[in-house]
């Protein structure tokens, strides 16, 4: 059985820095790709990183780009979203899924969802 863990969430000033990190259980994860995806209220969950099985390619939406940073480590089974400068607009619940092999920023591409940690940004 897949299961995805997501940790890290919290409440932070605006230009702060959290980590979030998502570990797995129940796959081979040195085959999966990983993306985050957050969802704010009354709005579509949007794509925000991704990154592939080898942790060689990386993705970014625009809004994050230079600021947000995906890892991986294999050996723990783990990825992270490290998150710097943030702004009240990154408040959202954010999720992390995975994937067959390469990264994609479609939600639908991603089988595998953990069920979600709350960021919230104060101004």
Known sequence: QVQLVESGGGLVQTGGSLKLSCTYSGLSFIYYAVGWFRQAPGKEREFVAAINRFGTSTNYSDSVKGRFTISRDDANNAAYLHMNSLKPEDTAVYFCA?????????SSEYPYWGQGTQVDVSS
């Open 98 to 106: 995975v994937r067959w092999f390469s990264e994609s920023r479609l």
